[in-house]
Structure formats: C-alpha cells, structure tokens
C-alpha cells in the first residue's frame, strides 16, 4: 500500500501539473491526492490507533529532535530574508502552507506510521537490534523513494544527492519516532516545518 500510494501521487502529480499552470495549486492539489492515499491506506490497514499517542512521552521527543529543531531555527532564521522578496497572494500563502502540513502528514503516516511499524513487526520488537534493523531499512527506503523527482526533471545528481541526505533524514525521523513512542503527529509538526522553513530558504516562494 505504501508503494501503491507513491506510484499513484507521482502519477496524478506529474498529470496534475501538466493540467494546472499555477504551480501553488498544482502543488497543494498534489499533496492533497497523496494525504489522501495515505488515509486511505490507514483505513484499509486498520491502523487507526496510530493517531492515538502518549502526551508523556513527548519529553523525550523534543530531546531526541533537539538536532532536527536546531536546523528548523537556523533556516528559519537564514530564510527570514527571502521573505522579504516574496510577492505571492493570501491565497497563494495558504495553499503553500496546507501543502507543507499535507506532505508532512502523508509522508510520516506512510513510512513512519505504517511501513517502520512494519519493518518493526517484521524483525520483533523484543531487542534493540530489531530497531536498529528497523531504523535503517525504514531510512533507506524513504530516501530511495525520492528518486522519483527525476522523472519530475530534476538533474540526476541533484536527484540522488536528495535521496541520500533522505535516507539519513529518515533514520533520524524513525529514531524520533521510536523516542516518542510512536507519536506520529509530533513527527507530521516537526516534518512540516522543517519542509517550510527549507522552502523559503531555498527561494521556492520566490520561483528560484
């Protein structure tokens, strides 16, 4: 289901754009297909109790993402500046802002929530061995997924760079995850302002 949901967001996605001109929309109306696929893939799997979570144990969380939360303030620091060249409308701001919350949602209910929950099951949740397992196979296959963006046009190098950085990025986000246990809304938070705070640092508002 996992697989299935990224084939079936890079497809619609890709038709998406070649439909829709305006790339805010096309984004957001993407992210949105992919949210939903992840829901859906919940439903089919009845994993509903992934969205209940141990308000106790996010003490442990924000120590353990204290590396990843040190990067969300540099960037948003570093970023404040493009800011200030950004002309984009209301309606423009709030689809940008439902696409990084979406993207974050699909994203973490995917990999996180269904697929290192998987890997965990799979190797027995009865040693730290089997989360170290589970955190490495659950990291490779998230960066390796991004490899899809090029077929979206994006140069082969920069595409295999961003899938290993990825990769790494994904062990640290199973780790949280693990540390939090297994709270997947606090990793949706932390992945969405993480994508927010590296868009606008990179000039993606202003169309670098």
Not at 31 to 49: D, G, N, R, T, W
Not at 123 to 141: H, R
Not at 145 to 173: E, I, T
Request: with cysteine; hydrophobic share 55%; aromatic share 14%.
């Amino acid at each position: 289901l996992v697989l299935a949901s990224i084939i079936i967001y890079h497809l619609i996605g890709k038709e998406i754009s070649g439909m829709v001109s305006d790339e805010f929309v096309s984004a957001f109306l993407a992210e949105l297909v992919f949210a939903i696929l992840a829901f859906i893939s919940v439903m089919l799997l009845k994993q509903k109790e992934l969205f209940h979570s141990d308000p106790a144990l996010l003490k442990s969380g924000w120590k353990s993402a204290g590396l990843l939360i040190f990067i969300i303030i540099a960037f948003g620091v570093m970023g404040l500046v493009q800011l200030l060249d950004v002309k984009i409308t209301p309606l423009q701001w709030a689809m940008f802002i439902a696409q990084i919350i979406l993207v974050g949602f699909a994203e973490e209910v995917l990999f996180r929530g269904l697929l290192q929950r998987a890997f965990h099951r799979f190797f027995g949740e009865d040693s730290m061995a089997n989360v170290y397992k589970t955190i490495v196979c659950s990291g490779i296959i998230f960066g390796l997924v991004h490899l899809v963006n090029m077929d979206r046009g994006n140069p082969m190098l920069a595409s295999v760079l961003q899938a290993g950085v990825n990769c790494f990025a994904g062990m640290y986000y199973c780790a949280i995850f693990f540390r939090t246990g297994k709270n997947i809304k606090y990793l949706i938070f932390l992945h969405a302002m993480y994508d927010y705070v590296g868009m606008v640092f990179n000039g993606r508002l202003r169309g670098d």
